[in-house]
Nanobody, 115 residues
Framework: QVQLVESGGGLVQAGGSLRLSCVAS??????MGWFRQAPGKEREFVAS????????RYLDSTKGRFTISRNNAKNTVYLQMNSLKPEDPADYYC??????????WGQGTQVIVST
């Protein structure tokens, strides 16, 4: 049974940092990513990492502020979020792709940015 368990969300002041974690179990994946959804908005891609070689991709507005990384031994992917802005608050979801599509999703973790 595949499980993705996120943690690390919370309340932070604008300009602050948070690190999200996602532990995957049940199988291996070719790619893992983070998505977010703010109230009243559609879910959007934030970042992804290819498990084999660590190649990453980012939403343009997060480049230079967010860093996605992985720990192969712990089957965990991280999203380090620095310089958080008022437009970053959302429910953040970890997702995993066995091949090209994100078929598995975590339960989400909330990020709140105070100004």
């Amino acid at each position: 049974q595949v499980q993705l368990v996120e943690s690390g969300g919370g309340l932070v002041q604008a300009g602050g940092s948070l690190r999200l974690s996602c532990v995957a179990s049940g199988r291996t994946f070719s790619r893992m990513g983070w998505f977010r959804q703010a109230p009243g908005k559609e879910r959007e891609f934030v970042a992804s990492i290819r498990w084999s070689d660590g190649i990453t991709r980012y939403l343009d507005s997060t480049k230079g502020r967010f860093t996605i990384s992985r720990n192969n031994a712990k089957n965990t992917v991280y999203l380090q979020m620095n310089s958080l802005k008022p437009e970053d608050p959302a429910d953040y979801y970890c997702a995993a792709a066995p091949d090209g599509r994100y078929d598995f999703w975590g339960q989400g973790t909330q990020v709140i940015v105070s100004t």
